[in-house]
């Protein structure tokens, strides 16, 4: 049975990551030092899975305690990077927390793959290293363009260092740009903990619907879109996880010559994860309000800095590549969503 490392496990989506896994065959572990985290999610893979899965309380800036978990186990034969910090706003109040925490941690676990020669690592990239796109949907050859915000920086950054690990070892690299991760495990066992007040919008809803903020504020509906509101490629969590393992599958069966392996970026692969349409802030209110039968008390405000009018995956390379197929509806990632949140507040 093959043994992946999931960095950032007990994250939203290492959590689902790990069920997806584990439903496919794998055995898994876990490193989590649960700052941006929380233990319960494992209990929640459990109750889905059956499985108890290990989790190293380490963190991955620590390269002695990083490499002590390669060493108890040896057999690792792939890695799947989540563990980094994602809230936009704060990486511009904060850079330097963020580029030592997303890119050290990031270094360690490199060197480590390369030490132990672990043959596939995947690199939980986001949609944030496109920037503010002028032509739609956003393919993965689209030049990237100064990042919008620290975090998207670390991102491209990662990315570039993985492009020169790549052509300097023998792990092979898939690289997953993920859009606007969001909904729910079915089964509510496992969703997305908001830590503090919720700054994306799918959480500042339902915040809003339980009544734990009065009202919704709109970031804007001046923009250049149909009805003036920002629009986004929401992609359901389950689907980002199956990506993930469908990646390592094809790493697996697809090998290549030593020929390939030797031209740059041929050990490297890039692929959009979104469901190729975007949904604009209002639409999203509206599916809200249908499937919930309940009226939202929002108001329109100021735009928000650093976002951009509209971005949207063009998501054919992951669909040809992986096989990633039947993509869950926008509905679904509400109801799915709803559903947890409501479990989380006691209100199911
Ligand atoms: C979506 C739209 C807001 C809250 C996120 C992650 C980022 C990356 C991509 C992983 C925007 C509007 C929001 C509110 C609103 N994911 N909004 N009122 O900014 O696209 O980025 O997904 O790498 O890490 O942060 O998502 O949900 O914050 O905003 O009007 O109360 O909803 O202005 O137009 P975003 P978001």
Known sequence: MEKILVA???GYIGSHTIVDLVQKGFEVISIDNFSRSDKKMLEGVRKITGKEIVNYEIDLCDLTATKKVFEENNNITGIIHFAAYKAVGESVEKPLLYFRNNLISLINILECAVQFDVPNFIFSSSCSVYGDVKSLPVNE????PEAASPYGRTKQIGEEIIFDTANACKTRFIMLRYFNPVGAHPSAEIGELPIGKPSNLFPSVFYTALGKTNELVVHGNDYET????????????MDIAEAHSLSLLYLMKNKISEEERKNRNRNVDVMNLGTGKGYSVLEVINAFEKISGEKLNYKIGARRSGDVAAIFSDNKKAIDKLGWKNLKSLDEMILSAWRWTKKLNNKL
């Not at 050859?141 to 990237?144: H, N, R, S």
Request: aromatic letters at 6%; a negative charge; hydrophobic letters at 20%.
């Open 226 to 237: 149909p009805d003036g509101s920002c629009i986004r490629d929401y992609i359901h969590v």
């Open 141 to 144: 050859e689209t030049p990237l």
């Open 8 to 10: 950032g496990g007990c």
